[in-house]
């Protein structure tokens, strides 16, 4: 089994930041990508910001709305993700969901796997 546990959810007034923690746990054998979708109420679920592992770089991709005021990083050795989120703004109001791509042993093939979510709310 394996779960990601999310933190740093809460409410913020518009400008404000929060910092969101993803820490993953359980049968990991590695970890080739975590990251962080959204979801905000009637739409569909969108990526934030992922890394991935690439050897001796990670790649980061973030979505156009949150370039240059969300920052992600990565604890290899703790298996955690953070999101720190700048300049907050009212649209950034969702739910906000933790992934990882991950192998949980050396002879099963990579899997999908979900936080329970965590609230960010943003009032203007």
């Known amino acids: 089994q394996v779960q990601l546990v999310e933190s740093g959810g809460g409410l913020v007034q518009a400008g404000g930041s929060l910092r969101l923690s993803c820490a993953a746990s359980?049968?990991?054998?590695?970890?080739?990508?975590m990251g962080w979708y959204r979801q905000a109420p009637g739409k569909q679920r969108e990526l934030v910001s992922a890394?991935?592992?690439?050897?001796?770089?990670?790649?980061?991709d973030y979505a156009d709305s949150v370039k240059g005021r969300f920052i992600i990083s990565r604890d290899n050795a703790k298996n955690t993700v953070y999101l720190q989120m700048d300049s907050l703004k009212p649209e950034d109001t969702a739910v906000y969901y933790c992934?990882?791509?991950?192998?949980?042993?050396?002879?099963?093939?990579?899997?999908?796997?979900w936080g329970q979510g965590t609230q960010v709310t943003v009032s203007s």
């Open positions: 890394i991935t592992s690439g050897g001796s770089t990670d790649y980061v």
């Open positions: 992934n990882a791509e991950l192998i949980r042993s050396a002879w099963e093939p990579e899997s999908d796997h």
């Open positions: 359980g049968s990991i054998f590695s970890i080739n990508r």
